[in-house]
């Protein structure tokens, strides 16, 4: 049983590339998360889906799309990527939004240069 | 919004010491979340404990809600608890978890 799965764990883009970060859980959640940690920080939520059909802006959604392309698998998408993006990304799941204990992934080392 | 505050922000203790790990938070919350950040990165979940004590081998956790405080005990450390131990809420307003910034353990042999 894998869990929360993301692709891919490292990236270095240059300035004003794009790319998509993967997640995809086999833990049959209604809910799923994107955030980002910053160095000597606790997580911030990008973006976060409810159920499946649906997303939802978190605390800091700003540079950052997203897809929930179906019940298992939840995208991130840079459009125009930015130093200011550099971070590490995790993605999350849970079985309800609410009052669920939440699973994480591995994580994402995302530098941009 | 919800504040979450951790302390200490760094604890360094040798192997085998016991340690507390206090979390406060400013509102009512529906859900809490221990994780251990190792090294690596990787974020693993320890306790879900909105409300009262749970423990699972040396580690233990209590969360008295009308107090807004839990508490992470560790007791007889050893090296590869080193990490970042996160305190995370989610509050009835929040559709997601807000973190704390995490209290450092180093352990040493």
């Known amino acids: 049983n894998a869990g929360v ?4 764990k490292f990236q270095v883009l240059k300035t004003g590339q794009s790319m998509t970060l993967q997640c ?5 959640h209604n809910s799923m998360y994107w955030y980002r940690q910053d160095p000597g920080m606790g997580l911030r939520l990008i973006y976060y889906s409810a159920s499946e059909g649906t997303t939802d802006k978190g605390e800091v959604p700003n540079g950052y799309n997203v897809s929930r392309l179906n019940k298992r698998e939840f995208s991130l998408r840079l459009e125009s990527a930015a130093p200011s993006q550099t971070s590490v990304y995790f993605c999350a799941s849970s079985s309800e939004v ?11 080392r995302l530098t941009v240069v | 919004g919800i504040q979450v505050e951790q302390s200490p922000p760094d604890l360094i203790l040798q192997e085998g010491a016991n340690s507390t790990l206090r979390c406060n938070f400013s509102d009512s919350v529906n859900n809490l979340q221990w994780f251990h950040q190792n090294p690596w990165g990787q974020l693993i979940n320890l306790f879900y404990i909105p409300s009262g004590t749970k423990q699972n081998g040396r580690l233990s956790a209590t969360t008295v809600a009308t107090e807004r405080y839990s508490l992470l005990y560790i007791s007889s450390s050893q ?6 131990y996160f305190c995370a809420v989610e ?3 929040h559709y997601q978890l807000i973190w704390g910034a995490g209290t450092k353990l180093i352990i040493k042999p």
């Open chain 1, 5 to 8: 799965t993301q692709t891919p």
């Open chain 1, 24 to 28: 995809a859980q086999d833990m049959n």
């Open chain 1, 98 to 108: 609410l009052n669920t204990e939440a699973f994480f992934g591995q994580g994402t």
């Open chain 2, 79 to 84: 090296t590869t608890d080193s990490g970042v």
């Open chain 2, 91 to 93: 509050s009835a307003l």
